[in-house]
């Protein structure tokens, strides 16, 4: 598993064109985030987890690191944490703690706990980053791995084994349970495509983001206004199969949608056959019946039957 970050250190010449990525990222690396770049912001909390072919890749972005950047540590603001891992499917379960803190410590509206800061406050010392800049690679990649070690050994809670996706919703409580689940089913290689959690993506952004998301479909997305934490979740249907028990893939979505009509013009015939059945019954009467009724309109209207028709013509013919 491959793991980076990158932060700033006190001082006006350490910020993040100083200090960068350490290690540095591999080649193409960074458009995991950069495709979403309109909707994104460094200083703010945002995340994205792709899995594609066994293999997934996590950006993680705004997570404090208990320090400022202040000499004096009185004040300043808060220094922030990127951090980048990627590896295999059979790796994914590792990072699951990490995840879950970073979705209820730094996503959440509501933070009641800060494990992820009193981590990086322990590991990351003012000075440090600079000292490590400075060290070069094979430093780099030492400090990292202790890092990842750090946070790799996070308990992850209790997850059901389902997930839906298909949704973007608002911040709150139960969609970050539901948002966790479909990040376990990428990490497990149980789905494929992507979820982002973006500070200026909304919910009526989605179909925005499906675009963007390209050949890595959207399975679920957060909203980053704090006005949309409870809103109505929106619902989408996900353009590729995302894996066992996952949902209907879209186009056998729509095969359900396409039959209706078939449905529809079934029923049509069917009252129409019936009500044409009950006409041709009414206008194909027994010649009985039909005697019978002819007999009965006569008698109503006062005229003869035919019986005293013909005993009339007979008497005038003698």
């Known amino acids: 598993m491959e793991f980076h970050f990158r932060t700033r250190d006190i001082g006006a010449d350490c910020d993040y064109p100083a200090i960068g990525w350490m290690p540095p990222l591999p080649a193409g690396a960074d458009r995991l985030w950069r495709k979403f770049g309109n909707y994104g912001c460094a200083e703010l909390p945002q995340m994205a987890l792709s899995q594609k072919d066994g293999h997934w890749k996590l950006y993680l972005e705004g997570i404090s690191s208990g320090r400022t950047d202040s000499a004096s540590g009185q004040g300043g603001r808060v220094i922030r944490m990127s951090l980048y891992l990627s590896g295999p499917v059979a790796e994914g379960g590792s990072v699951l703690g990490l995840l879950s803190a970073f979705l209820f410590e730094t996503l959440s509206f509501s933070q009641s706990s800060h494990v992820l800061e009193k981590c990086f406050a322990e590991l ?45 919703a608002g911040r709150n409580e139960v969609n970050l349970q539901r948002f966790l689940c479909c990040c376990r089913a990428l990490l497990d290689g149980k789905a494929s495509g992507c979820v982002v959690s973006l500070p200026y993506g909304r919910i009526s952004d989605v179909d925005e983001l499906r675009k963007i998301s390209g050949d890595e479909p959207l399975i679920a997305a957060l909203s980053g206004d704090e006005h949309e934490k409870d809103a109505p979740t929106r619902k989408f249907a996900v353009s ?40 041709s019954c009414s206008s194909t009467k027994p010649d009985s019946a039909r005697k019978d009724n002819s007999v009965r309109n006569t008698k109503s209207s006062g005229l003869p039957s035919n019986s005293m028709t013909n005993a009339v013509g007979s008497q005038n013919v003698k």
């Open 124 to 168: 990351i010392k003012p000075g440090d980053p600079r000292k490590w800049k400075e060290g070069g690679e094979t430093l780099q990649k030492e400090i990292a791995q202790s890092i990842c070690r750090r946070l790799s050994g996070l308990s992850a809670p209790f997850l059901s084994e389902s997930f839906d996706s298909g949704w973007a």
């Open 240 to 279: 590729e199969n995302v894996g066992n028990g996952g949902p209907v893939p879209a186009k056998e979505k729509q095969s359900d949608s396409n039959l209706k009509p078939f449905f529809i013009i079934a029923i049509a015939l069917i009252l129409a056959s019936t009500v044409l059945f009950f006409k």
